[in-house]
């Protein structure tokens, strides 16, 4: 947990920083430095997701915590989603 709470606050300082410097640089395209971390974090994340999927199976979404589950496999569906559309094109 300690690791991932880590990832989680690191992902939401990176946030800031891009968001910082897309708003002074309106003009320019997001720099590779933050797609990079962007997919670094979306793997990270949807590991640790399916991590959890599979060690709980079908009590994942029944466990005492299943909001959260939900709440974490509807952030991290989304990401994935943004992730494949812009592969996509």
């Excluded at 990270?44 to 994942?60: C, D, N, P, Q, T």
């Amino acid at each position: 947990d300690l690791c991932i709470s880590s990832m989680i606050v690191f992902n939401a300082i990176t946030i800031g920083v891009q968001s910082n410097y897309m708003i002074q640089h309106l003009a320019e395209d997001v720099p590779e430095a933050f797609t990079m971390l962007e997919r670094v974090f979306c793997a990270i994340f949807s590991l640790e997701l399916f991590l959890r999927i599979l060690v709980y199976g079908g009590r994942f979404f029944l466990m005492p915590e299943w909001r959260w589950n939900v709440f974490d496999t509807f952030i991290v569906g989304m990401q994935l989603a943004e992730e494949i559309l812009l592969a996509a094109g």
